[in-house]
């Protein structure tokens, strides 16, 4: 199967251990050597619409995805040890 970013984009991710919702694909990080996939990338939930930043950022290895289908992506990972902290800050870092 062929996919493309912006086709991977509109999948939803879902955890196979509990079921739960992760979210959409953002981003992917890609090994430039071997021109593989290394992980996909889900952007942490915005705090207070952004004006607090946003959570932190949800890495997924791509040896954890367990099936791409026509809607979700599954994925068999614990969300909570695979979490990236990302240095954005919300509209009061900057004071």
């Known amino acids: 199967m062929n ?3 912006s086709t991977l984009r509109h999948k939803e991710v879902i ?7 992760i979210g959409y694909v953002d981003d992917l990080e890609i090994d430039t ?4 996939i ?3 990338i889900i952007y942490g939930r915005l705090k207070c619409f952004g004006l607090f930043g946003r959570k932190d950022d949800c890495v997924i290895p791509w ?3 367990e099936l791409i ?3 979700t992506i599954l994925v068999d990972f614990n969300s909570e040890k695979h979490r990236r902290n990302t240095k954005k ?5 900057v004071f």
């Open 33 to 36: 050597q071997s021109a593989r």
């Open 38 to 40: 290394y992980s996909l």
């Open 15 to 21: 955890s196979r251990r509990n079921g739960c919702r």
């Open 89 to 93: 800050g919300g509209f009061f870092k």
């Open 63 to 65: 040896d954890k995805i």
């Open 69 to 71: 289908g026509e809607d």
């Open 3 to 5: 996919c493309c970013l």
